[in-house]
């Protein structure tokens, strides 16, 4: 049983940035597998970032260039670092976490990207 609380989803501007976090209750070195995950209003939900044990990352293309994720072993933290926002970057934010077991899922956090 692996807990995935997200933070740091808030109102942004347009252009603007914000960095999201996914704070994980086991050690993520265990982990195959951890990233992100977002949903819009009457959208599916669709992959944003992953990154593996070995440090391998993948991005959706809409998110490539400006999206940065990475992973800190030692607080058990996957963060997401979000540049250049627009305002089809809002939606709800999902950490995920990928095990030989099972997989996780975060509550999620709600990014808003208005002016």
């Known amino acids: 049983q692996v807990l995935l609380v997200e933070s740091g989803g808030g109102l942004v501007q347009p252009g603007g940035s914000a960095r999201l976090s996914c704070a994980a209750s086991?050690?993520?070195?265990?982990?195959?597998?951890m990233g992100w995950y977002r949903q819009a209003p009457g959208k599916q939900r669709e992959l944003v970032a992953m990154?593996?044990?070995?440090?391998?990352?993948n991005y959706a293309d809409s998110v490539k260039g400006r999206f940065t994720i990475s992973r800190d072993n030692a607080k058990n933290t996957v963060p997401l670092q979000m540049n250049s926002l627009k305002p089809e970057d809002a939606a709800v934010y999902y950490c995920?976490?990928?095990?030989?077991?099972?997989?996780?899922w975060g509550q999620g956090t709600r990014v808003t990207v208005s002016s």
């Open positions: 995920y976490a990928r095990t030989r077991a099972r997989d996780y």
């Open positions: 086991e050690s993520i070195f265990s982990m195959d597998g």
């Open positions: 990154v593996t044990r070995a440090g391998n990352t």
